[in-house]
């Protein structure tokens, strides 16, 4: 092989003689990374046309795929049962939505639009994104079969962005899950990234390489102990309930209503659409606002600044956004919320805490002084479980593909 690959891509690869049977040295592989991204600001302001902050992480899946000479799709991920999707249908099938096959043939579809001719190929994968987490495993899986199928399948290079928005475009309609588009750029791009969602056709980002350990803190994500794999209803009435409050306006999106504009509307606005409706409009112009000055902080290296409006941040998505704990969850158990209270009993002031992703679960946000972050991860870990907490760092390269 040309290419000497890192350890998980030798575990990948290992999966896939087992799986696929033995290579030789005429056999064209295709070696595939995607890695797990952590929003570092911006909570559910890309959906509304808004600004983020985003990072990829030191977690990602790994793969190795080949050509099969077929018209099948063979996948088989070291967790899961291997599974075939054909290639002769590429359209929307309803008895797949949330699952994995959608997820190959939503990117499939979207690949052949590029002039790609469809053909099939087996792929094995081991994924160290923990599943359910808030670190968009979904969103590394479409980035890795898009650039599975950008390699093996000829065609023009395909920019980060692009693939974003195909990967998106697959979230939704195949898989049936809303999404804005930020799980899937920052996959994609790679780096700490700040991204503008204003202009549907252009997503503006700039890169930044900064290291939160070499300015004192870590980035640590705890899991609260509950998924939130099957609260798509509470997802989808985010977008849903602020959208609505920009449609009283005649538009699509809330960053297309001035926030003057809406200020003048509210008493209107609540009685027609109620409280969490404006509740969280109120969140979508605080909180972007907010990012861009967190991305002001972190470019002069102000890393006080940053902690400080990441603390408003969080108390922002919970009494504002509401989405740390379900709709419909029982009041003796709130899982995320503790997780935020015992992170910051912990940390005492230091710090910032929030939840983290789309919310409802998975896992939240800590930055903790590294001299503290491991007492730190053993407390939380003592509280809600051996494993529960973990350090990341920032990685600077996003999903591609090679030829081995």
């Avoid at 991204?37 to 902050?53: C, K, L, P, Q, V």
Wanted: with cysteine; hydrophobic share 40%; proline share 3%.
């Amino acid at each position: 092989m040309a290419h000497t690959l890192p350890p998980e891509g030798a575990k990948a690869l290992d999966l896939f003689k087992q799986t696929f049977g033995e290579v030789s040295d005429k056999d064209s592989l295709v070696y595939v990374y995607a890695p797990g991204r952590s929003e570092i600001a911006g909570n559910h302001t890309d959906h509304e046309g808004g600004h983020i902050i985003a990072g990829s992480l030191d977690v990602s899946i790994d793969a190795i795929a080949r050509l099969n000479n077929t018209n099948t799709v063979r996948i088989k991920d070291a967790a899961f049962p291997l599974f075939e999707v054909s290639l002769n249908d590429l359209s929307v099938q309803e008895d797949e939505k949330e699952t994995s096959q959608a997820l190959v043939r939503g990117t499939a579809h979207e690949m052949v639009k590029t002039g790609r001719e469809a053909k099939g190929f087996d792929l094995a994968s081991v994924c160290s994104i923990p599943s359910g987490g808030g670190l968009s495993s979904s969103a590394a899986v479409e980035a890795a079969y898009g650039r599975a199928m950008e390699t093996l399948w000829p065609g023009e290079a395909i920019e980060p962005i692009a693939l974003a928005q195909m990967s998106q475009r697959t979230e939704n309609n195949y898989f049936g899950k809303p999404c804005g588009l930020m799980d899937q750029a920052a996959v994609c791009l790679g780096s700490l990234s700040f991204m503008d969602f204003h202009d549907k056709g252009h997503v503006y980002f700039q890169k930044l390489n900064y290291d939160f350990e070499a300015n004192g803190y870590s980035l640590c994500l705890v899991k609260v102990g509950s998924s939130h794999a099957d609260l798509t209803a509470d997802y989808a009435a985010l977008p849903a309930e602020i959208q609505a409050v920009a449609h009283e306006f005649g538009k699509t999106r809330l960053c297309e209503v001035p926030q003057a504009d809406f200020e003048a509307q509210v008493p209107a606005l609540r009685k027609k659409l109620g409280d969490r409706a404006v509740l969280r409009a109120i969140h979508y112009y605080m909180e972007n606002a907010s990012v861009d000055k967190r991305w002001e902080a972190l470019q002069a290296n102000d890393i006080d600044r940053f902690l400080e409006l990441t603390r408003a941040s969080g108390a922002s998505s919970a009494m504002f956004l509401q989405n740390v704990s379900p709709s419909n969850t029982d009041v003796k158990n709130q899982p995320a919320m503790v997780a935020l209270g015992l992170a910051e009993l912990t940390l005492n002031g230091k710090g910032a805490t929030r939840i983290h992703g789309g919310g409802f679960g998975g896992t939240i946000q800590c930055f903790v002084p590294t001299e503290e972050t491991d007492r730190f991860c053993a407390q939380m870990d003592a509280w809600l479980g051996a494993g529960s907490s973990k350090r990341y760092t920032i990685t600077q390269r996003g999903a591609y593909a090679q030829w081995l």
